[in-house]
């Protein structure tokens, strides 16, 4: 139900720590839900087989169940281990087969929550799946999710929606089923999906739509007779299911043409609107009209509905609030525009919000999110949705649609695809983040605001008893000290395990992250305090240093403090009120990516707080290649050999292929310590796509590999990135404006709105300049009106300025950084919506931005200084990066449009629309 075009700022996937996510075959139907073993990694022995089977539907327990999976296998023995959604491992095990078929089971001192699990048989082969335990579902509640059974989904897996913790769905009858002969409406096929939902005590909201081939041509109608005939079947469905229905929406995203419809105006639909209100309160009252159906809120055509009286003919204003993969921070000034405006045209009062879709992809594509953030980000949004009012709030959606993961609409899914390679219907981290969202919110009335330290969300309620409690994250890791606890509170994390906090000297301390946390209890308005755990970046085999900064909260006399994380253990003696900083040596790590450390910290033998930190284990030597173009004119193919580790590394060779060319280099060279060593490969002529691929081979013997594809560049296509520093104050340096620099006057305008012309003014100059540390974008553009209500993700949605990085040419890249600066109401802000590297960073790292606006010449004049250090690869060094450059334009009540130098940021995510630039080396 999601349309293909999004307003949407996207994100490359940060490769979580899941062993689940090594899988590659495809499971068997939900009855078995088998997971084949040993396909992710090339296995090849026949003779060993090991598949898991679930004994609960989707691996998802309730507490009083046993957690058991059953491996079948050839094996004498299977070896299993189970991690969290951090990866870290909680629990591991050994089970004997008995007929070809081992029991593991999970302890039941393992908290709930949402874990991945790894079988092994004795021959090697592997497996994997994902579990989750949830509690007792809250039987009412404002929740629900997006499902697809009007497409011909398997049903069986709506056993799985009321212990998710939503109460109702939102599905669709649609035009075209139920009128197969012209004039007759027939529900048959509606009823063989809604059915087992009605039985099961779920009344879906359903949404009238989309066109139908006896009027109109099949698109959304536009005549008299086929609004008459769409309202008539709407009345239909009204009178079909009456009160065993949330309530109809009357179609799903007209404005962007979802469901093939050609017919997008706001005209239009209002006159759809009132012909289908009409029909449905005639032929039951009591069923509540949506609208309008809107599915971007960034446009004027919303406001435009309002205009021509749509807020008449519906009980409730829908939304679509997508910002993917910007996070979910964002949600509440969104719902608060929308709020804002809906009084505007309701004569001051408001109507009830209903958000019927919002979600975040998980997969490969650029367009995606990792699983964490997508369980992040979906228990941020239920939080700051019931905080803000929304009515009802319908998670898109419920189950994966595919199994393709570069195909962003296959993954929105709680859980995964009847079809997956990890089992039937198994869960994502997002079906515990939500599910225990849902429980802690059931009922649940927001409270009086509190203003905590920068960077920290606090969002308090009551639930239906009147027990307060709040919804807890924050931008970085902080330690925060609640104060006014008159005894035990519990914290929840984000995916249900419960502990229970006793105050210390009367305050709650408790560390926050990116991963939300539920506390109940009264407490106070939190303060932050020094303590932490830092972990330096490491490679395998050699010890991480860490670093732990501890803070006395007694301001009468020292205390005694002892940190354990794992086999580590450190104490300290910290005076009254003083901190202290302890270093740390932790154990070497036999495998490369992040690890999460928790600690625990003692306070005179009383637990005082609980600490985590993700180190960076890296492997020693990594390899690589670039692109590269020299101020010459020449281009290369730029080969590195990376050496962090703490010794020198000694070079066997480097040999490489370029199409038909090969060469070699670097033999007997050494890496020193922390350094690079650099061999440039002459290109042949490149006329066409042309891979490559190279080898450094380690005189230990070790090899490691590198490949690509270069595309056809001509070298007069490079746009030169002079090497200029800029004083980042927001008046142009005197060297850059002497540069030819960029003309947005000459670049084309995109209407956000079709119809709308670009505004007179409109344009201006940009340039990019750079040095060996910094990469300069500076602009001047002129707007007669300058207007910025967002922050964060959703800056685009105003006046800013968005530009790309990626290594190398236009399209040789899958990832690549997409940053924006805008002059918001706090401030000039820098955004990072993609990352190179890590998909959940958003903030730019050591950068400067300044951002000047004059009123008299209807300019803003924008300089922006971002560290090559902080774009995950693009450096100086390299002689080519790709870009684009947008200029955002809103004047107030919605985006009208932007124009561009290169593509691939407002319209579509492609590197292969960038340009060329070549940072000058002097």
Request: charged share 15%; net charge negative; glycine share 10%.
């Amino acid at each position: 139900m999601r349309s293909s075009v999004r307003p949407t700022r996207t994100s490359p996937l940060r490769t979580a720590r899941f062993a689940a996510a090594t899988c590659a075959a495809l499971a068997a139907a939900v009855a078995s839900a088998v997971v084949p073993a040993g396909a992710a990694e090339g296995a090849t022995k026949a003779e060993a087989a090991l598949t898991l089977k679930q004994t609960a539907m989707g691996n998802i327990f309730a507490p009083s169940v046993p957690r058991t999976i059953v491996a079948d296998t050839t094996d004498a023995s299977v070896r299993w281990t189970l991690t969290d959604v951090d990866g870290v491992t909680v629990q591991s095990g050994q089970a004997t087969p008995s007929n070809g078929a081992a029991t593991i089971t999970i302890p039941s001192t393992v908290p709930r929550g949402w874990y991945s699990l790894t079988a092994t048989g004795s021959s090697g082969v592997k497996a994997s799946t994902t579990l989750a335990t949830v509690t007792t579902p809250p039987s009412t509640g404002r929740f629900g999710v997006g499902t697809h059974y009007a497409f011909g989904r398997d049903t069986a897996a709506q056993a799985l929606i009321l212990p998710s913790g939503a109460v109702t769905v939102r599905d669709e009858a649609s035009w075209s089923k139920a009128e197969t002969t012209k004039g007759v409406l027939d529900w048959t096929y509606a009823h063989t999906y809604l059915d087992p939902l009605f039985a099961k005590g779920i009344k879906p909201l359903l949404i009238a739509d989309y066109g139908n081939s006896f009027y109109d041509g099949g698109v959304g109608p536009t005549t008299d007779a086929g609004r008459a005939a769409f309202a008539n079947y709407a009345a239909g469905m009204a009178r079909e299911f009456g009160s065993k229905i949330a309530g109809i929406e009357v179609w799903n995203e007209w404005d962007v043409g979802t469901g093939n419809n050609t017919t997008k105006d706001p005209d239009n639909y209002v006159a759809l609107l009132k012909a289908a209100s009409t029909a449905i309160k005639a032929a039951n009252p009591s069923v509540p009209v949506l609208g309008p159906a809107v599915g971007n809120l960034s446009t004027s055509w919303l406001e435009t509905t309002f205009q021509k009286g749509a807020l008449s003919y519906v009980d409730a204003v829908i939304a679509h609030p997508y910002n993917w993969p910007a996070s979910a921070d964002g949600l509440g000034p969104q719902i608060t525009a929308l709020k804002s405006l809906v009084r505007t045209y309701n004569g001051g009062a408001d109507k009830p919000v209903w958000i019927t879709e919002l979600g975040w992809p998980t997969g490969t594509n650029v367009r995606a999110v990792s699983q964490i953030d997508q369980a992040r980000n979906t228990a941020k949004a239920a939080a700051i949705a019931m905080y803000q009012g929304v009515a009802k709030y319908y998670l898109y959606d419920f189950v994966d649609d595919g199994d393709d993961p570069a195909n962003p609409e296959h993954n929105f899914g709680l859980v995964h695809s009847g079809a997956s390679a990890l089992g039937a219907y198994t869960p994502k981290p997002a079906f515990t983040a939500w599910a225990t969202a849902t429980r802690q919110l059931a009922g649940a009335t927001p409270s009086t605001p509190v203003t905590g330290p920068s960077g920290v969300t606090d969002l308090r309620f009551r639930d239906a008893d009147g027990v307060p409690f709040q919804a807890v994250w924050a931008n970085q890791t902080t330690t925060l000290s609640f104060p006014g606890a008159t005894g035990n509170v519990i914290v929840s994390d984000m995916n249900g395990a419960e502990r229970v906090v006793s105050p210390v000297g009367g305050n709650v301390i408790v560390q926050a992250g990116a991963s939300p946390i539920w506390i109940r209890g009264y407490l106070g308005t939190p303060t932050q305090t020094a303590d932490t755990l830092a972990v330096d970046p490491t490679v395998t085999g050699e010890t991480a240093s860490a670093h732990w900064t501890v803070e006395n909260p007694d301001k009468s006399k020292a205390r005694e403090f002892l940190l354990t994380v794992g086999d580590v253990s450190a104490a300290v003696r910290v005076p009254a009120g003083e901190r202290r900083e302890v270093p740390l040596t932790l154990p070497a790590q036999g495998t490369p990516g992040d690890v999460v450390y928790r600690a625990s910290v003692m306070m005179d033998g009383q637990a005082f707080v609980r600490l985590s930190a993700t180190g960076e284990v890296r492997d020693p030597i990594t390899f690589e290649g670039v692109h590269s173009a020299a101020d010459n004119g020449g281009q290369s193919l730029r080969l590195s050999v990376d050496n962090a580790a703490s010794t020198a590394a000694e070079i066997q060779s480097v040999t490489w292929k370029i199409g038909d060319a090969t060469g070699s280099g670097l033999e007997g060279a050494s890496v020193a310590a922390k350094a690079t060593a650099v061999l440039s490969a002459p290109l042949p002529a490149v006329t066409a796509d042309t891979a490559w691929s190279a080898t450094a081979t380690m005189s230990g013997g070790a090899t490691y590999q590198a490949s690509g594809t270069l595309h056809p560049l001509d070298g007069a296509a490079i746009t030169a990135a002079p090497h200029l520093s800029v004083d980042v104050d927001g008046t142009v340096d005197a060297a850059v404006k002497a540069q030819p620099g960029i003309d947005l006057d000459a670049a084309p305008f995109t209407s956000a709105t079709s119809g709308t012309a670009r505004p007179s003014g409109f344009g201006g100059k940009a340039w990019y300049t750079s040095d060996a540390t910094n990469l300069y974008v500076t602009a001047v553009v002129s707007d007669p009106v300058h207007y910025q209500g967002s922050s964060g993700g959703g800056i685009w949605q105003g006046d800013s300025l968005q530009f790309t990085v990626a290594r190398g040419g236009p399209g040789e890249q899958t990832s690549w950084n997409e940053i924006g600066a805008a002059r918001t109401s706090s401030g000039p802000e820098l955004y990072r919506w993609l990352d190179a590297v890590d998909a959940a960073r958003t903030t730019v790292e050591g950068a400067e931005v300044a951002i000047v606006r004059d009123e008299d010449a209807d300019t803003t004049t924008y300089e922006i200084a971002v560290p090559w250090a902080s774009l995950g690869g693009p450096q100086a060094a390299d002689g080519l990066f790709s870009s684009s450059l947008v200029v955002n334009d809103s004047d107030g009540a919605a985006r009208i449009g932007w124009i561009a130098w290169g593509g691939g940021i407002a319209d579509s995510k492609d590197s292969a629309e960038f340009h060329a630039l070549h940072p000058q080396s002097s």
